[in-house]
């Protein structure tokens, strides 16, 4: 399976001296990886309710802090023998729902006092962020394990979270609208440069119609 290493501001993983004695500690509590996808998944949530709320720098606090977990389950997993395909969908799955809920608060807190713009670039800042994940997701059913780019996860979580804290909301939503869509962009040229142009089998047809 190919592989590409792409322009990423910031790496994937925290550097070892810093995850292993943690992951260490977790490791004896008998947590699992799934406990801490779910842990930071519920923090997400108080985050995005922080944020309906207007209570924009706890809600930067709280989203940095239990968005650290996403660095965290991963490394157990494999620290732990751990790791299982269903870990990896069931993490993404709940990313996505984080970052989801995270801009779908501050949407809420938008529409309730008529601020038609930045309703607008929640939208588009959730748009671009999961279709980021999903050309990914495409690319890599067709060999091609694109993992890094412009505005990946972490990149968003950091900007979202330090934005929430400053407030400077307007601000980071355009960014993240602007830089979420070049990253698609960035993405899909990508993939029309590395993956075969060859025609799809009936078979993988059907796969990408679901």
């Not at 994937?12 to 260490?24: C, E, L, N, S």
């Not at 947590?31 to 720098?57: K, Q, Y």
């Not at 968005?67 to 299982?84: K, N, V």
């Amino acid at each position: 399976m190919g592989k590409l290493r792409s322009l990423a501001l910031v790496p994937r993983r925290a550097p070892k001296q810093i995850i292993d004695p943690i992951v260490g500690l977790i490791a004896r509590t008998g947590l699992t990886p799934n406990h801490i996808s779910i842990i930071g998944f519920a923090g997400n949530l108080g985050a995005a309710v922080l944020a309906a709320r207007g209570e924009f720098l706890w809600a930067g606090v709280v989203m940095l802090l239990f968005s650290a977990m996403d660095m965290l389950d991963g490394a157990l997993a494999r620290a732990t023998g751990r790791a299982t395909k269903f870990g990896a969908v069931f993490d993404a799955t709940l990313d996505r729902m984080s970052e989801a809920a995270l801009l779908g608060g501050l949407c809420f807190y938008f529409v309730e006092r008529g601020q038609t713009e930045q309703t607008v670039l929640c939208f588009a800042a959730l748009a671009g962020s999961l279709l980021v994940s999903y050309v990914r997701a495409q690319t890599l059913s067709q060999g091609l394990d694109m993992q890094d780019g412009l505005f990946t996860r972490a990149v968003r979580v950091i900007l979202l979270a330090v934005v929430l804290m400053i407030d400077q909301v307007r601000i980071g939503l355009w960014i993240l609208a602007v830089l979420t869509s070049a990253t698609v962009v960035q993405r899909l040229y990508v993939a029309w440069e590395r993956l075969p142009k060859e025609a799809l089998s009936d078979e993988l047809e059907k796969e990408q119609d679901s």
